[in-house]
């Protein structure tokens, strides 16, 4: 969609603090990070929100990569917090599917 923020960050039209990227998912530092490790997880293709997630491949994928991530980050034994925001009750404020990927202090407060 070119209209929307995160398919320009998939396309390359807009660089973020990329962590990981492969054929279909790219992970970046979020721009408010609300802890020490705040990383988002998205696909590259557009999913507007979770409820248009039908591919059960790709959700393990990007599950898969918010494990590998917390890894990387050294936060996996620690311990992490991982969250999708759908639609406006959910909190989402950007319309292309992601996952948060926050850890690296004790998360106590949902994000807002
Ligand atoms: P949502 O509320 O949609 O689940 O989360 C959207 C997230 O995207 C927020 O945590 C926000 O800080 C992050 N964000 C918004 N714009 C940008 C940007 O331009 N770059 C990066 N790296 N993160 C962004
Ligand atoms: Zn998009």
Redesign the pocket.
Known sequence: MSDC?FCK?ANGE?N??VVYEDDKILA???????APV?I?VIPKLHITTLNELDNTNLAGLLLKTVVQLAIQENISESGYRT???CNSD??????HL?L?LLGGKKIIAP?A
Not at 28 to 34: A, Q, S, Y
Not at 90 to 95: D, F, M, N, P
């Open positions: 923020l960050m807009i973020p603090d970046f530092r979020d721009i408010n990070p609300k705040h988002l969250i999708i925001n959910g909190g989402q404020e950007v319309y992601h948060h994000l």
